[in-house]
């Protein structure tokens, strides 16, 4: 099937769909040329991953070579910073490779004040001076759990979230990790590896199946994944939390994610980092 392209009802973002891409699609300044170009380079995005599908599904290994085409460069490049932390593919960042080369050749093509590509919720962002960018935090019923808030100053890339309820599957518990880094594919696999860490090995209110047996097709293999989480006490969550924050912290402290916000049943810890970018709601901070 090919590529799907479509006006959204407002009239000035685009829609973009083919397989698992689905993205929006926004500009300011020279838009048709934008717009043009977003639409020119989405056509070859999805052949052009699937050509080296095989790699892109591998684990990410010290002496692995570099793949081929663009996009599997950015998720190879963004996979391998988070390589020592545990087994890890390219896939990792597939979401946020492709928003931000989508975003590239639309501030190639095209002299933009603001941009931004949304790519099922991992978000490539191009802000010049004098402009922001607002977004919300939702959780799993919808709820709004915060704000972010960036300026050109900011230095944010990308935006994504990543849980256990999310459209991947997870190792760890969490119900949603935000993460703010340079790009969107930083930001993608920055979001499930700390999402990861949110866990409580051994804990009887987890279950966990085989990747393999709940998606066949998983990159992840036999590795378990969360496939469900019980009630946990206050001590328990904030354990878990307490667990991913660590790795977020690290990564932060590495540059490869600027500032995280993490989620657990009512219950969320933040990056020493986060204060600078987003504003919290509804939520017991520990």
């Not at 998720?75 to 928003?99: D, K, N, R, S």
């Not at 993608?188 to 051994?202: E, H, P, Q, S, Y």
């Amino acid at each position: 099937m090919a590529p799907s392209v479509k006006w959204l009802p407002d009239g000035k973002r685009l829609h973009l769909q083919h397989g698992p891409s689905d993205l929006i699609v926004y500009a300011e300044g020279a838009q048709d040329a934008a717009y043009e170009a977003a639409v020119a380079r989405f056509q070859t995005v999805i052949e052009e991953v699937t050509r080296e599908l095989s790699f892109l599904k591998s684990e990410v290994l010290p002496r692995s070579v570099s793949p081929r085409g663009k996009i599997a460069r950015r998720m190879f490049f963004a996979a391998v910073q988070f390589a020592e932390e545990g087994y890890i593919t390219p896939m990792i960042a597939v979401a946020g490779a492709i928003a931000d080369e989508i975003l590239e050749a639309m501030t190639t093509a095209a002299c933009l004040k603001r941009a931004y590509v949304n790519n099922g919720g991992d978000i490539a962002l191009y802000l010049t001076s004098g402009t922001s960018f607002e977004t919300l935090m939702a959780g799993v019923d919808d709820r709004a759990l915060g704000r972010v808030k960036l300026s050109e100053a900011s230095g944010i890339g990308g935006i994504a979230t990543s849980g256990r309820h999310g459209r991947s599957l997870s190792r760890g518990i969490a119900d949603s990790v935000t993460v703010l880094a340079p790009s969107a594919a930083l930001a993608d696999a920055g979001a499930t590896m700390v999402a990861n860490a949110v866990d409580l090995k051994g804990h009887p209110a987890i279950t966990r199946r085989a990747a393999n047996d709940v998606k066949d097709d998983s990159d992840l293999g036999a590795l378990p994944v969360v496939t469900g989480c019980g009630a946990l006490s206050v001590s328990e969550k904030t354990r878990a939390l307490q667990n991913g924050l660590a790795e977020a912290e690290k990564f932060c402290r590495n540059g490869w994610i600027n500032a995280a916000s993490l989620h657990l049943q009512n219950v969320a810890v933040s990056t020493e980092t986060a204060a600078k970018f987003l504003t919290h709601r509804d939520h017991a901070y520990v």
